[in-house]
């Protein structure tokens, strides 16, 4: 059983384009939200997070909105560039517990 | 060093040898997690460490599969009789404590032949 459903699992988009990847999860118990970025060969890096308190959190062009009643929460990438060519995976943890990933969307930025 | 290091960056051996792969954590950071990633998935969960204790093993496929942290530190994972099937990127996190931001090293590529 998945806890958390990314989708798409792969977008290409223009530069300048704004790619929006998003996920689902079932468990309400679920109180923190990372997006990470994997670019091949490194390990993921932590790109934003947001907690269930609020709606929406901007970080330079990187935007998560947070839908709690659906259960859903996105990423949205402003001005997207081809530097921001990489993968990226949602996840989900509450209290102390591991993170659960999403199986991951891999992003194409063309110029 | 600034952030998680995990050593050595590729491994490869053949099936049925032992394994073991280290990470360093961040200084001053009390948990420690391992994570398999396959070519084209997200990372699975193996084993979360507060301190020097295993607060949850679930995540570990079989007992072929072992995890220390004697220190509270630096960890190791430990593979026996390594399978083909072994073959992924296992990475290593740590955060200040459980249920903050974690940060990932590079990953260490072990391969079995």
């Known amino acids: 059983q998945q806890q958390v459903k990314q989708s798409p699992q792969s977008l290409i988009v223009q530069k300048g384009g704004i790619p929006i990847i998003n996920c689902a999860y079932e468990n309400t118990a679920f109180d923190y939200f990372p997006w990470y970025q994997q670019f091949p060969g490194k390990g993921p890096a932590l790109l934003i997070a947001i907690r269930p308190d609020v709606s929406e959190k901007k970080e330079g062009r990187f935007t998560i909105s947070f839908n709690k009643s659906a259960k859903q929460f996105s990423l949205h990438i402003m001005d997207s560039q081809p530097g921001d060519s990489a993968t990226y995976f949602c996840a989900a943890s509450w209290g102390n517990t591991p993170l659960v990933f999403g199986k991951g969307t891999r992003l194409s930025v063309i110029a | 060093g600034a952030g998680v290091s995990q050593t050595p960056s590729n491994k490869v051996t053949e099936k049925g040898k032992y394994v073991e792969l280290r990470c360093d954590p961040i200084s001053g950071h009390t948990a420690l997690y391992w994570y398999r990633q396959s070519l084209g998935q997200g990372p699975e969960f193996l084993i979360y460490?507060?301190?020097?204790?295993?607060?949850?093993d679930s995540g570990l496929p079989n007992d072929r599969f072992f995890a220390v942290r004697p220190e509270g530190s630096v960890s190791t994972l430990k593979i026996q009789r390594t399978e083909r099937g072994d073959s992924a990127v296992y990475l290593c996190?740590?955060?200040?404590?459980?249920?903050?931001?974690?940060?990932f090293g590079q990953g260490t590529r072990l391969t079995v032949v």
């Open positions: 460490f507060q301190g020097t204790g295993a607060a949850d």
């Open positions: 996190a740590s955060s200040f404590r459980g249920g903050t931001e974690a940060f």
